[in-house]
């Protein structure tokens, strides 16, 4: 993930301290890229009405995060998956998929701020994710012996 220096400043500047944000979640809904809602609360079963993201709030972040966004896309990798889900391709509804790339930039960027890690494409190996084929036949992926031993 790279950010032009004028960007990566513009957000460092309007974002100041990350430990004022308990989450990811919070940094999106504080920078506009969370879906907000008209919903009035009643549980029934129609579509949710009004979902967008806000309007009154940090614009200059949103601005940063989409104009990120682009530069992501334009790269290629993870970002740009991501969009073409959202747009098919890009060939509908470009301006969510920014919006959505921007959403998922942002969430990076507060785990990769909050744990002062650097950014790289391939994520790093799950907990306890070892090496599962030890046991198991190369070709087949077929385990070589009992899983259970027989009771007598």
């Excluded at 990566?8 to 100041?16: K, M, P, Q, S």
Aim: net charge positive.
């Amino acid at each position: 993930m790279t950010l032009g220096w004028i960007l990566a400043y513009t957000i460092l500047a309007e974002i100041g301290c990350i430990e004022r944000f308990r989450s990811a979640k919070h940094l999106a809904s504080y920078c506009l890229l969370a879906p907000r809602g008209y919903d009035s609360g009643d549980e029934d079963d129609e579509v949710p009405k009004g979902r967008h993201v806000g309007r009154v709030g940090r614009r200059t972040l949103k601005w940063a995060w989409i104009e990120a966004a682009h530069s992501a896309v334009k790269r290629g990798g993870r970002f740009r998956k991501l969009f073409d889900r959202h747009t098919d391709s890009g060939k509908r509804n470009r301006n969510r998929g920014y919006i959505t790339v921007a959403h998922e930039l942002c969430r990076v960027a507060y785990v990769l701020w909050k744990k002062d890690v650097n950014y790289t494409d391939d994520p790093p190996p799950r907990p306890g994710g070892g090496s599962k084929c030890q046991i198991s036949c190369s070709e087949t992926g077929q385990p070589e012996g009992l899983m259970v031993a027989a009771a007598c």
